[in-house]
């Protein structure tokens, strides 16, 4: 999601979520590379170049620790909830660590080279370094919340674990959806898994902000049902992006995700739509050939995805998960006032992509 | 740890150990087993394939899960500060997914092929399912002790935590150590990666049994001393055998860490010894040929890091850490008829490998 496209100029909502954004990162951002730099040293190298922190020869650099989405989610929901945000630091560094851990993990597994615009870590350090510097933000998050003296802190570590297991589970249907013959994938799975790898943990930062500021078990509910709707619109959203985004502001090429064959939720939608445009998308979305695909080609499949109905499917679908979010967030935050900053983050993680 | 010898016929303490091995898997298996179930699908399968307890067709299968060495020292330790063993079950079931976690992971990292005499978990379900499902029981692992309701489960999530970023820096290390130059590998550098790889989670395993019977920190920390030096014996001891070891009784071939030029405690030791045996060793260890070598070459070699010292000094220094661990046991449990299954079980490891 983090590799997700830019961007639209941001309107006053954009602008005041890049600043909630911004003062997030200078809240956590002492918390997370104090919990980094207490790592054991060949561990912490490649943490350090992880964040970009450090180079891969160890020299500083002017670090791209990610736009920390998920940690302001978790100050502004216990904000939201009545709370401090400076009792819930920790926890949104905790929260930040484990999404890390994730990426470092998911881009061993999907052999992806290239995050937050630098080779990943294993292209540079190895499969083995990649999975257990994964392995050791893992158990430095929890130790972060155990060490928590908050009374909060033991019900977010369960929490968590919870949600990690989730997001495993999420990425384990991704990857085997990937190998599977496309009329062979169904919608409800590929919902399910979407959900798995966006909305739990962005459900999950919510809550554990909630659990911070004290609320009780009904607000947690809500807010964590508010993350994960979010996060599905947000999927959705860059679904559609990422077959007619306009590659000026993408920056990647026109219809990528179709030329790999990605079995985004629009695409999935259009086959599961059945009629003549889903047989028609479907004789197009065989294996790609040996030959590269001109323009004219993927233009020809985002028209079959599009007349097969996955564009508006994938529209309305948003829209709905974002009526949901809304219609949660005023269940776990009866205060309009206090709503603010959640509904900003969810209005820039949806309009934006990140 | 696991992938270790076997197994001197047993005398008196031998049997005694496997008493209480037989028991520490009746109390955890229960819990192991609902922690496992407890997962998605996708995961569920993978792990109940490690664990023994599944074929990969997903048909039952007699398992063999392990010795379960790591939760009978948590029992152990339990009960040897007077705890109720019955207290400590679940947090013995954490250790134990911790450690199959880290043997998931080192399978994947390692390319080991075989685990408790069957196709480790990446040959059959591929590496992400293997990495994934490490992660999965890592998470569940500190959700279990996240949720016991005992007041040390806090302190035995941050322990546990801690003990899982030791174990990544040793299994960094040990992936370093292989692809240097053997001459250019210390003796100390060695040692701390033998106790990070295999010391760390059977002092930590000792610590939690203590800290569930509310042991105060000085016994808690002389727990852990005793852990780390039964598991560091047993690695001098394993390494030993892993050398001069009777393949009638070790089920491997003579010389086999030798074949592969595994920078084990007496090879370095014996590389580290200077003088003209160790210059000598030092020729015979460069990369092995194409060809494999015969019983002759290996014996040569085996015979030249017993002329540099590497032998003596490996026994020497498991009886030192022996002694070591002794010494702790008698600091953390001075009623010395309590501390008998803690002494049984580290006699086992040291004697037997396992």
Known sequence: MDAGRAVAPGGHEGQEAEEILARARTSVDPELRRAVEALPTPIRRVALYHFG?????????????????????????????????????????????THNFTLLHDDVMDRDTTRRHRPTAWTVFGNADAIL?????????QRLLAEDPH?????????????????????????????????????????????????????????????????????????????????????LIDDVIGI????????????????????????????????????????????????????????AIALAVERAGGRDWAQAQAAYEMARALHELARAVPVPERAGGLLSLAEFVTRRGY
């Open 133 to 141: 510097v994964g392995d050791a933000l893992h158990a430095q998050a």
């Open 244 to 299: 007619w985004g306009d590659p000026a502001r993408t920056g990647k090429p026109a219809g990528a995700d179709l030329a790999v064959r990605k079995k985004s939720l629009p695409v999935v939608a259009a086959l599961a739509s059945g009629g003549p445009a889903a047989a028609e998308l479907a004789a197009l979305y065989g294996p790609p050939g040996q030959e590269e695909e001109g323009a004219a080609e993927l233009e």
């Open 151 to 235: 009374p909060a802190a033991p019900a977010a570590v369960a929490r968590l674990a919870q949600c990690v297991v989730e997001l495993c589970a999420g990425q384990s249907t991704d990857v085997a959806l990937e190998g599977r013959d496309p009329g062979e994938v169904s919608l409800d799975e590929t919902l399910t898994m979407a959900e798995a790898k966006t909305g739990a943990l962005l459900g999950c930062a919510c809550a554990i902000g909630g659990l911070f500021a004290g609320a009780d078990e009904e607000e947690v509910a809500a807010l964590d049902a508010f993350g994960r709707a979010a996060g599905l619109a947000f999927q």
């Open 53 to 97: 922190w450090e180079h891969a020869d160890g020299t500083p650099a002017v670090g791209d620790a990610g736009k920390a989405v998920r940690p302001a989610l978790v100050l502004a929901a216990a904000r939201a909830l009545g709370g401090r945000t400076e009792d819930a630091v920790r926890a949104a560094a905790a929260v930040e660590l």
